[in-house]
Antibody, heavy 119, light 107 residues
Framework: QVTLRESGPALVKPTQTLTLTCTFS??????????VSWIRQPPGKALEWLAR???????YYSTSLKTRLTISKDTSKNQVVLTMTNMDPVDTATYYC???????????WGQGTLVTVSS | DIQMTQSPSSLSASVGDRVTITCRAS??????LNWYQQKPGKAPKLLIY???SLQSGVPSRFSGSGSGTDFTLTISSLQPEDFATYYC?????????FGQGTKVEIK
């Protein structure tokens, strides 16, 4: 059974850097074709894809956010880490991680973690 | 980036109704289109992948069709548990993009 779980701070201040961790089980990021993505959803709004890291360490980023995002993996710990710099109140959202495979759909998803940006 | 546009943004329907949601891509994405269901306070769940393939465990009343730029999600007979928000997502190329969502409400 594949599961993913997000963890990180619930509250960050404007201009701070957010660090989120996705801890997963049931698959390995060293397996050919395996990938993990981050997606976010502001309250009451639509889903927005942020970043992806592949088994071979290829990385992809949102066009509008790529200057602020860094994604990395620790295969031995089954973790993927996302950092987002210069946080702003508009970045308040639930942040999800999800597995992607060669079909490029997201399945399954973690439960999500709500991050509020406020001073 | 490929833009995904869903219509309608919301709809009201009754149990037993046939419901159709449309998703349009800003360029051809062949059949690289996926559908998700999201209930309040929950993570999205994959329903349909590659435009028309039903994800394991998803009821057969859900179906998807289309290719190129125009796609549809159909619920053949709406059930109480189907009231939710539905999103399309293109998997043709990075950055992967979602539609704005369609909220299906009880009439």
């Amino acid at each position: 059974q594949v599961t993913l779980r997000e963890s990180g701070p619930a509250l960050v201040k404007p201009t701070q850097t957010l660090t989120l961790t996705c801890t997963f089980s049931g698959f390995s990021l060293s397996t050919n074709g395996m990938c993990v993505s981050w997606i976010r959803q502001p309250p009451g709004k639509a889903l927005e894809w942020l970043a992806r890291i592949d088994w071979d360490d290829d990385k992809y980023y949102s066009t509008s956010l790529k200057t602020r995002l860094t994604i990395s993996k620790d295969t031995s710990k089954n973790q993927v880490v996302l950092t987002m710099t210069n946080m702003d109140p508009v970045d308040t959202a639930t942040y999800y991680c999800a597995r992607m495979t060669t079909g490029n759909w997201f399945d399954p998803w973690g439960q999500g973690t709500l991050v509020t940006v406020s001073s | 980036d490929i833009q995904m546009t869903q219509s309608p943004s919301s709809l009201s329907a009754s149990v037993g109704d046939r419901v159709t949601i449309t998703c349009r891509a800003s360029q051809s994405i062949t059949s690289y289109l996926n559908w998700y269901q999201q209930k309040p306070g929950k993570a999205p769940k994959l329903l349909i992948y590659a435009a028309s393939s039903l994800q394991s465990g998803v009821p057969s009343r859900f179906s998807g069709s289309g290719s190129g730029t125009d796609f549809t999600l159909t619920i053949s007979s709406l059930q109480p548990e189907d009231f939710a928000t539905y999103y399309c997502q293109q998997s043709y190329s990075a950055p992967w993009t979602f539609g704005q969502g369609t909220k299906v409400e009880i009439k």
